[in-house]
């Protein structure tokens, strides 16, 4: 049973440049949410998909943007990179309404 | 919304010893308080988690409180071990037309042999 996956494991970009993170839900799960983690923080959330639709987001400027599959995989858009946005960035899947959610081993992201 | 203040940020025990992580949190609606931890470079895992309507849950050598009225919960760990360094996150959960949690700061608990 495979969990939840991301890729890729490192990116580097440079500021002004755009980038797309993916994630594959663990099997089962149809929702998928996003978080942005910085060095010595905790996750912060930025949004979450379930059927293909944007559910709820956080506080995040419209620069991040997303998009949910119908096989419910998801992929996470940062346009415009400012040095600020280097983080880890996790997906996290789970059933709809659920408490409990799974995380995958993160994207890290490092904007020179 | 939601705000979660997590503490201590750094906790150093020796093995065998018991460690406490208390969180605080704003929101009176939250119903819902997992725990994770999170070793160097790998992701976030669920270890324990409590709802509302339970005071204490225990798993091995892992408990979690929760006190509703003083909106506090606290994660208990016995008999320390160095496998148990890690940053651990509390989080809490409520519903805002779905369920989002909002993390604490994190803790890093270091266990010395």
């Known amino acids: 049973d495979a969990g939840v996956t991301q890729s890729p494991t490192h990116l580097i970009k440079t500021r002004g440049q755009q980038v797309t993170l993916r994630c594959s839900p663990k099997s089962g799960h149809d929702t998928v949410s996003w978080y942005q983690q910085a060095l010595g923080q905790g996750p912060q959330f930025i949004f979450q998909y379930y059927e293909e639709e944007e559910r709820q987001r956080g506080n995040f400027p419209d620069r991040f943007s997303g998009h949910q599959f119908p096989n419910y995989s998801s992929e996470l858009n940062v346009n415009a990179l400012l040095l600020g946005d280097s983080a880890l960035y996790l997906c996290?899947?789970?059933?709809?309404?659920?408490?409990?959610?799974?995380f995958g081993p993160g994207t890290r992201l490092t904007v020179t | 919304g939601e705000n979660v203040e997590q503490h201590p940020s750094t906790l150093s025990v020796q093995e065998g010893d018991s460690a406490v992580i208390k969180c605080t949190y704003s929101d009176s609606a939250s119903n819902y308080f997992p725990w994770y931890k999170q070793e160097l470079g790998k992701r976030p895992q669920l270890i324990i988690d409590i709802r509302s309507n339970v005071g204490e849950k225990k798993d091995q050598r892992i408990a979690v409180t929760l006190n509703k009225t003083a909106k506090h919960f606290s994660l208990h760990i016995t008999e320390t071990q160095p496998e148990d360094s890690a940053v651990y996150f509390c989080a809490a959960r409520g519903y805002r037309g779905s369920y989002i949690p909002t993390f604490g700061r994190g803790t890093s608990l270091i266990v010395h042999p």
């Open positions: 996290a899947s789970s059933f709809p309404l659920s408490y409990e959610q799974y």
